[in-house]
């Protein structure tokens, strides 16, 4: 059972819009530390999406963006297309783990 | 442009030991922070151990006093010591790095990931 819990999928249909939450604890994100996101296709490496709750590495479409309040973080993707099927994950730091911790995962579909 | 090359991955019996390696080029291990992931079948990420650049080590409390995290710096490499392997640590693992966007809180660079298979 992660810290970090996260819806185990979503869906939309092309175009629409969809979020994912990821909820924590006063020990992670409620703490105030920042909450991270990634995008993994099976069999690659998982890409950073989004870094310090809102910001967007270089090449990330603007259709994804981040967000953050109290426990909760969120993810949304609007615009769906095709190319956003994959598994979708939160990540930030546990003070109790002196660590990292991932929420389970969230899988998107598209419709 | 930034390169982690997981190898050393295997099939091992319960109870064995193995080491993982992870060659960077184009980021510096002793700098910044290298973490090891780990994915099993059909489950999510797992937060295994990390390495910061002053050599602080932590670990998950699932692989705490069996798994040590290392580096050495004249190969630009970080190591993973696996002993005491049990069936559940089956999974790919994956060496991720901390680089400019995320300055040690997240992880910018991953590797292809190697496969452990812990089975008799």
């Known amino acids: 059972q992660s810290l970090l819990t996260q819806p185990s999928s979503v869906s939309g249909a092309p175009g629409q819009r969809v979020t994912i939450s990821c909820t924590g604890s006063?020990?992670?994100?409620?703490?105030?530390?920042?909450v991270h996101w990634y995008q993994h296709l099976p069999g690659t490496a998982p890409k950073l999406l989004i870094f310090g709750n809102t910001n967007r590495p270089s090449g990330v479409p603007d259709r994804f963006s981040g967000s953050k309040s109290g426990t909760s973080a969120s993810l949304a993707v609007s615009g769906l297309q095709a190319e956003d099927e994959a598994d979708y994950y939160c990540q930030s730091y546990d003070n109790s783990l002196s660590g990292s911790v991932f929420g389970g995962g969230t899988k998107l579909t598209v419709l | 442009e930034v390169q982690l090359v997981e190898s050393g991955g295997d099939l091992v019996q319960p109870g064995g030991s193995l080491r993982l390696s992870c060659a960077a080029s184009?980021?510096?291990?002793?700098?910044?922070?290298v973490s090891w992931v780990r994915q099993a079948p059909g489950k999510g990420l797992e937060w295994v151990s990390v390495i910061y650049s002053g050599g602080s080590t932590y670990y998950a409390d699932s692989v705490k006093g069996r798994f040590t995290i290392s580096r050495d710096n004249s190969k630009n490499t970080v190591y993973l010591q696996l002993n005491s392997l049990r069936a559940e640590d089956t999974a790919v693992y994956y060496c991720a790095g901390s680089g400019p966007y995320c300055g040690g809180a997240c992880f910018d660079y991953w590797g292809q990931g190697t496969l452990v298979t812990v089975s008799s």
């Open positions: 006063s020990s992670n994100i409620g703490a105030g530390y920042d």
């Open positions: 184009g980021f510096t291990v002793s700098s910044d922070y």
